[in-house]
């Protein structure tokens, strides 16, 4: 058991630093397998290096995003392992 | 952009209030200027900063309800944690503490949104729930609750006595405990980790199509959650909160 693994509840704080929605109850569909979920329920890595959300379903990496503390705040966000994502 | 973007920022609560829950947890009760209200289930960060500018933060769920106008956190001391020590030992009535949020809206619940609700907690883990029980509580609603409480003693069962109160005026919130590492003399009920034969007897049947929030240690969420869709439930409808290894 990876004992970073979370639910992708757990990314809530670092991704509510760069969406003005709640992203985690939008849906999210996984480019590599199609399965589209809340990104609450899928699942959440999260580390000192950064915080990976991972399809449920395949593992596949939907949302990466690193933080830079020092210096000026800065943030990459990566969300290539995602079709689409579905907004209320 | 029609609306000002929600931003997620930083500030400071006063704490009103501690009171010791059991040996190893205390409530800490919070007001915070300018707070929106919270959605029972959701969380805020909290933040310490040492004077040498060092900080640590952590994530504690809301225990209150909404409708109390104040924020309540369950404080859980781990010996080697860097923030818990101070949270349940140092903070006063009166000290300010920082902090943002709520956070988080997947793992939450609203009155409207109905059940029946199937509650599964391990130890600390009670604290969302508890804000779930509480809400449905002051909203008046009677959507039927079932709680499945698993935890190590009785002494260490947390807010034993206000759940026995909700659960003797209120036939629709049923109470179960298990204590895994030792019983009170004559103790009737369950004595062991939860299990799929103890989820089988407790749960509402995927029939009944509950909604199932499940929190605390990850070996025990994994388990559960595993089990109730096992069981047949409808895996979108069993939401889940593992507790981070960072705790403390």
């Known amino acids: ?88 | 952009m029609a609306d000002a973007p929600r931003k997620l920022a930083w500030r400071i609560g006063e704490i009103v209030e501690t009171s010791p829950e059991t040996p190893r947890t205390k409530s800490v009760c919070l007001e915070i200027p300018g707070w929106d209200g919270h959605r029972a289930g959701q969380h805020v960060d909290i933040r310490l900063t040492a004077e040498d500018g060092y900080q640590a933060q952590r994530s504690y769920s809301i225990a209150s309800a909404p409708e109390n106008g104040r924020v309540e956190l369950l404080i859980e001391r781990l010996d080697d944690g860097e923030v818990s020590p101070y949270l349940t030992e140092e903070l006063r009535a009166g000290d300010g503490l920082e902090l943002r949020g709520p956070i988080g809206g997947w793992f939450a619940w609203d009155a409207r949104e109905g059940g029946p609700l199937l509650l599964v907690a391990g130890g600390s883990g009670i604290a969302p729930l508890m804000a779930i029980i509480r809400h449905r509580q002051a909203a008046g609603n009677e959507v039927p609750v079932r709680l499945l409480f698993s935890s190590r003693s009785y002494e260490e069962v947390i807010f034993r006595e206000e759940l026995e109160s909700l659960a003797a005026g209120d036939e629709t919130l049923e109470i179960t405990h298990t204590l895994t590492r030792s019983a009170p003399p004559g103790w009737q009920g369950y004595d062991r980790r939860i299990d799929e034969e103890m989820i089988g007897e407790v749960a509402f049947s995927p029939d009944e199509w509950p909604l199932a929030f499940v929190c605390g240690p990850t070996p025990l969420v994994e388990a559960v959650a595993t089990t109730l869709v096992g069981l047949g439930h409808e895996p979108a409808r069993v939401k889940t909160e593992r507790f981070g290894p960072t705790g403390g």
């Open chain 1, 1 to 88: 058991m990876d004992e970073n693994r979370l639910d992708g509840n757990a990314a809530a704080e670092v991704l509510a630093e760069i969406f003005t929605f709640e992203i985690t109850t939008a849906r999210a569909a996984c480019v590599r397998c199609g399965a589209a979920g809340e990104v609450g329920a899928q699942m959440a890595y999260v580390s000192e290096i950064g915080t990976v959300v991972r399809c449920a379903a395949c593992d596949n990496a939907l949302i990466r995003v690193v933080r830079q503390d020092d210096g000026p705040q800065r943030y990459w966000l990566d969300l290539k392992g995602i079709e689409y994502l579905q907004l209320e």
